[in-house]
């Protein structure tokens, strides 16, 4: 084998580990019911306000999966980064990931620490 042809076959064998790490890593798993259990819900009285609109000057809440405005009165669900949903949107998505749908954090990760 002459030295181009290694390097040819390492530079495959990178980018296939490389797949293979990220196919791994979009890999969907369940929130368990009772981790989903122990998120934050709390009502929204009315201060809270999302980090896109805060930085807009605005002052709603959007939930970032259906796009509504979150209600002054309706309860709401925070995930351990601090992002904001309707319960109702967050907990089927939850049934079948166990990551923040707009930052990808790892919820029971989040908790362990
Ligand atoms: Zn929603
Ligand atoms: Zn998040």
Redesign the pocket.
Known sequence: MSPSDYRRISAWLLREEQRGEALLREKKRPLSPQMAEKLARFKNAGNIVDDVYAILGGKECRCPICRDKIAVGETVLG?P???LFHPDCILPYLKENDR??????DIVLAFEL
């Open positions: 995930l980064c601090g992002h923040c749908p707009l930052c990808r954090l």
